[in-house]
């Protein structure tokens, strides 16, 4: 045995880490600086070219990656409120209250088997989902956050929002004739019957918006409507708002109207052949549209991440850290030491709790309460962060509205829905376009 | 040797032969050969028709029913019930064991209300044995009886609203039939299949527990049950999607030989309770509520107003019960003399009845046993065609068969 095996013998486990980590993360570092020096003028010139580019890339990573946590709580607020309205507890083992059940969900479809059955058009099969959660995600990519926190602003930004609303009607009728069961057919055609009949009034609806407004940005109709709570579409559009949410139900196939995959009548519908991830797909792509729908509602009928009041007392919270001087500095660092002392030292004084038991009370309470204030500085200072925090509210009020129609409502039928959308919503989104148009032209003139 | 004796399909020795690609091959809509008439006529398809298979594992079949659509789009041309996945040959099992191990046979054919497929074999068989019953044992009968029947009753409703669609009724009538059972579970020692009605009495008098319970239940049973309903009875959605689905007129009940909720939601006033009383419901008041639409939300409606009418059978029974034995002294080995007797009584989901016959030893030479939902499956493939699928599922969901009792 050579020296150099001996001595990598002798060695424990963090030192072989150690051992390999540091030649590797040196050789790295020279690496990155090399290339740096070498490649340094030609990316900063690359990306002060193509900004617009580089935000959109940015924009698209963003939006795949805010889908996730999206589906995440959607899901468990699906769980857990149905649950509560059933009279169960719903999941409570994974995670505090069960906040872990969609995460493991997800890991619970990854580690399935990828799995196509017999006679199954395996192309179509597998490209189906795949269309059906594109056309759900990137309907994010237009939907204003908060003030310039956007993916696009598109000037057709609306037509975008169809069009993506359309690809996935495409992605079910695959996914429906793909998978060689009749089911599966079924469940594919309703929800083409079901989403063409109802993007027709889900679109006109918005018109009479649209007609107000003057642009289809959505970014230009959250800014129209900012101002105060009277400025909201929906004091001006209340019949649009309702044709809305309910053509937006359909569009989402959300219980009442989720026939395309009933399971007391065609199992699951387009998704009965499919498991594992390509079913994460749908499932997925469902829980984004809940969210999306929802978020559609906001934007256009409740001021987006407008405040619905202005904030009632001014606060004067910039910080410009450089003009505090050293002593505030050093103040600074030993807040966390001294606040840590303070919050724990009525828990010290109780009998019961150990000296070590207090301290770690007084961290936690500490982190809490400067956790809570960075917040609400940040809340109240910078509008992105109230804009986010409106924005959410609002949105995930709809959502569990969704839940809640789901928990209490039974399911209509193909005939009555398809009659309730061509004999109702659509001359009730016509009559909204002609009232606002008359009204627009009564009052500018 | 070096021939092998029996080849092997060629993919498995050839690798360029994927046995997917064989079994695709093979894939070809089977349609079975027709063995009868109305087979022949069933599976010969017309234009732009296709059939559907439904079931035995499908989310609304209840249980182990396999229906086979003809469809026309979403309408439903045809409908062809197929029956025996759940065959047990309970009367040939009965004609095997001695009088009082029958019972426990019969017990688990109608698993939602097993008391009633008790009742009709111990009433049977005490016409054929001679046994008088005393009268506790028959008021017992009774209010155990009517509680099941309510617990039967509340499933019932939660399985419609579930076929319908609607997620939350079925558990919140789990939370009142799972209070039933349990109280059902305090008296007879079992939670689902009772076992409790013997040949000359019952298996035990109702307990400290059982009334403590009971008192409890009935204080808060009607405000439950209005709740339970308040959020079904209003709903546009079901009564839109119930009413005037599946009539059934009176005439064509009759002739069908449906008896029970489902006949009387077609306006035919009969109740084995009132028509052949039996037990001692002639001393008890109450009414038979009939409705004269004989859709789906009628047979829906009219079990809601059973329940209230069972609320007051057990209120009086609770009132009215003698003391004294609840056994007839009845020996271990009966030997009835011969002949044959027939029982019938009326269950939550219409007659159950016994025809059981004796030659005198310690067996029953022959039994019969009448299951309602066996008459009421005749009625789907009435009743369903030219409606949708879904529809299939709200007429089905409330004729509320019970698929261990059709299949026996």
């Known amino acids: 045995m050579s020296m150099a095996v001996v001595t990598w013998q002798r060695l424990n486990v963090v030192g072989k880490i150690l051992a390999i980590a540091v030649p590797v993360l040196i050789a790295l570092g020279l690496v990155t600086v090399g290339v740096a020096i070498l490649a340094g003028p030609f990316a900063i010139e690359f990306v002060g070219d193509n900004v617009p580019l580089l935000r959109f890339v940015a924009a698209i990573g963003a939006v795949l990656l805010l889908t996730i946590p999206t589906a995440f709580v959607v899901i468990f607020m699906e769980l857990k409120v149905i649950a509560r309205m059933n009279l169960r507890v719903g999941p409570d083992r994974v995670g505090p209250y069960g906040t872990a059940m969609s995460v493991v969900h997800g890991l619970k479809f990854l580690s399935k088997e990828d799995f196509a059955p017999l006679g199954v058009d395996l192309q179509v099969f597998t490209i189906a989902p795949v269309v059906v959660f594109v056309g759900s995600v990137m309907t994010f990519l237009v939907i204003p956050f908060a003030p310039g926190l956007f993916g696009l602003d598109m000037n057709v930004g609306v037509l975008y929002l169809f069009a993506m609303g359309g690809l996935t009607v495409v992605g079910l009728l695959m996914a429906g004739w793909a998978s060689f069961n009749k089911y599966s057919l079924l469940g594919g055609l309703r929800s083409a019957a079901q989403m063409v009949s109802y993007e027709i009034p889900l679109t006109l609806s918005l018109v009479g918006v649209v007609l107000l407004a003057g642009t289809m940005s959505l970014n230009q109709m959250v800014l129209a409507q900012s101002g105060s709570i009277a400025d909201w579409y929906v004091w001006q559009q209340p019949l649009a708002f309702v044709i809305f949410i309910i053509a937006g139900i359909a569009e989402a196939n959300r219980s009442p109207f989720d026939l395309t995959e009933a399971d007391q009548e065609i199992v699951a519908g387009f998704a009965t052949e499919y498991s594992g991830m390509r079913f994460g797909f749908f499932f997925f792509a469902e829980y984004v549209n809940v969210f999306v729908v929802s978020a559609l509602i906001v934007t256009f009928f409740l001021g987006g991440w407008t405040a619905p009041f202005d904030w009632p007392f001014p606060v004067a919270v910039a910080i410009d850290p450089l003009a505090w001087g050293v002593g505030s500095l050093v103040a600074i660092l030993a807040l966390p030491v001294v606040g840590t002392l303070v919050l724990a030292a009525p828990f010290w004084l109780s009998s019961r709790i150990t000296t070590l038991q207090a301290l770690v009370i007084g961290f936690i309470l500490f982190n809490v309460v400067a956790i809570g204030l960075v917040l609400g500085w940040a809340f109240v200072s910078l509008d992105w962060v109230s804009g986010l925090f409106w924005f959410f509210a609002k949105s995930y009020v709809f959502v569990f509205f969704f839940v809640w129609l789901r928990g209490s409502l039974p399911r209509v039928r193909i005939d009555q829905l398809m009659g309730f959308a061509w004999k109702w919503l659509l001359p009730a989104a016509l009559l909204n376009i002609f009232v606002t148009a008359a009204a627009i032209v009564i009052v500018n003139r | ?408």
């Open chain 2, 1 to 408: 040797m070096t021939e092998r004796a029996h080849r092997p399909h060629p993919s498995l020795d050839d690798p360029s032969i994927a046995i997917e690609d064989v079994l695709r091959e093979s894939i070809v809509d089977a349609v079975p050969v027709a063995r009868t008439e109305r087979e022949a006529e069933f599976y010969t398809l017309g234009d732009g028709e296709m059939l559907l298979n439904m079931g035995p594992q499908h989310p609304s079949t209840h249980g182990v029913l396999r229906v086979v659509l003809k469809l026309d789009g979403e309408r439903v041309v045809d409908i062809d019930p197929v029956l025996g996945y759940l065959h047990r040959g309970v009367e040939k099992l009965c004609e095997n064991a001695d009088w009082h191990q029958a019972i426990c046979y019969t017990d688990p054919l109608e698993y939602v209300a097993s008391l009633f497929c008790e009742w009709a074999p111990v009433m049977a068989f005490e016409k054929l044995a001679d046994v008088e019953v005393p009268r506790r044992a028959e008021y017992i009968r009774v209010l155990t009886g009517e509680l099941n029947r309510i617990a039967s009753h509340a499933l019932f409703m939660g399985w419609f609203a579930l076929d319908l669609g609607g997620l939350t009724p079925i558990l919140w009538s789990f939370i009142e039939r799972d209070e039933m059972m349990d109280m059902l579970a305090a008296v007879t020692g079992q939670k689902l299949l009772f076992n409790y009605f013997r040949i000359g009495g019952v298996n035990g008098d109702i307990n400290h527990e059982f009334m403590s319970r009971l008192g409890d239940w009935m204080s808060r049973a009607g405000a439950q049950i209005e709740a339970n309903q308040g959020l079904l009875n209003e709903n546009e959605i079901l009564v839109r999607r119930a009413r005037g689905m599946g009539v059934l007129d009176g005439e064509t009940a009759m002739r069908m030989a449906v008896t029970g909720p489902n006949i009387r939601a077609s306006g035919v006033p009969f109740d084995i309770r009132r028509a052949h009383p039996y037990s001692v419901y002639p001393e008890l008041e109450f009414d038979i509520p009939t409705r004269q639409e004989g859709d789906s939300l009628a047979r829906y409606l009219l079990r809601a107003d059973e329940v209230k009418q069972s609320l007051r059978i057990i209120d009086q029974c609770l009132h009215q019960m003698p003391d004294g034995p609840v056994m007839a002294s009845v020996p271990r080995l009966i030997r009835p003399r011969p002949g044959r007797a027939w029982a019938a009584v009326e269950g939550p989901r219409g007659m159950y009845g016994t025809y059981a016959i004796s030659d005198g030893t310690d067996q029953p030479f022959r039994m019969r046993i009448h299951d309602p939902s066996f008459v009421h499956l005749q009625l789907v493939s009435l009743l369903t065609p030219g409606n949708l699928i879904a529809d299939t599922m709200a007429i089905m969901a409330s004729l509320d068969p019970v698929m261990g009792g059709v299949d026996k």
